[in-house]
């Protein structure tokens, strides 16, 4: 039975291919050992690669410092934090709360599409949806309900998100009628001595008197 399977077989073999059987069965192993070889070569390679890439993106993805309690420090000590220092947190402010922002680098951080955001209170900017310099202000006045609901939703999202790190000092402005007031109060002040005059002791006042006196009698 075996044996006229055979011969059906080789006789299918010549009549479909042309070829003999035994180079029929040469040339199907030479195909199955360039392929087995080209597998083993392009797949060894991809694992290289993969591997490659697995251990870049481990030494990028160092773990985050934990977040550092700044207190009251000032917009201009703020914009220390915008980044530009890879070994200082990514800090970022709204409504006069500054959060760290550092974990999300790849949107606050340099080249990020929000990276003009970082080191600065944005709430003006971010309550506008504004990406304009004159908006990158703290300063949330005349804004309109929606902008403000907006605001706050960005606020809520930051609360939510990231830790609180501090706060930014408030710097009261001192108008020009506030220094001419203090001013012109100083002055009355060093003046009044003046105008009321040197005060003299009743005692010496006594002696003059009786000094008079004497002398008009004499």
């Known amino acids: 039975m075996a044996l006229q399977v055979w011969e059906t077989l080789k006789e299918a073999i010549t009549a479909y291919t042309g070829l003999s059987p035994a180079t029929f069965f040469t040339v199907l192993a030479l195909l199955w ?4 070889v080209a597998t083993g070569l392009f797949g060894s390679s991809d694992d290289h690669h993969h591997q490659r890439s697995r251990a870049f993106e481990e030494e990028q993805m160092e773990p985050l410092p934990p977040p550092v309690q700044l207190g009251e420090i000032s917009e201009e000590e703020l ?12 800090l970022m402010a709204i409504k006069g709360q500054i959060y760290d922002v550092s974990q999300s680098r790849m949107f606050y951080g340099p080249g990020g599409p929000y990276a003009l955001f970082a080191g ?19 300063d949330i006045s005349g804004l309109g309900p929606f902008e403000l609901d907006a605001l706050q939703d960005w606020e809520y999202k930051f609360m939510t998100k990231y830790v609180k790190v501090g706060t930014i000092k408030k710097t009261v402005p001192v108008t020009e009628g506030d220094a001419n007031g203090e001013a012109s109060g100083a002055a009355e002040s060093d003046a009044k001595p003046a105008e009321d005059g040197p005060s003299q002791n009743p005692v010496a006042e006594t002696e003059e008197k009786s000094s008079t006196a004497d002398t008009k009698d004499e």
């Open 120 to 138: 600065k209170d944005a709430s003006r900017a971010l309550a506008k949806m504004s990406f304009e310099e004159k908006d990158l202000t703290g």
């Open 33 to 36: 050992a360039v392929y087995y």
């Open 79 to 90: 914009k220390q934090y915008d980044g530009s220092d890879s070994k200082k947190p990514l």
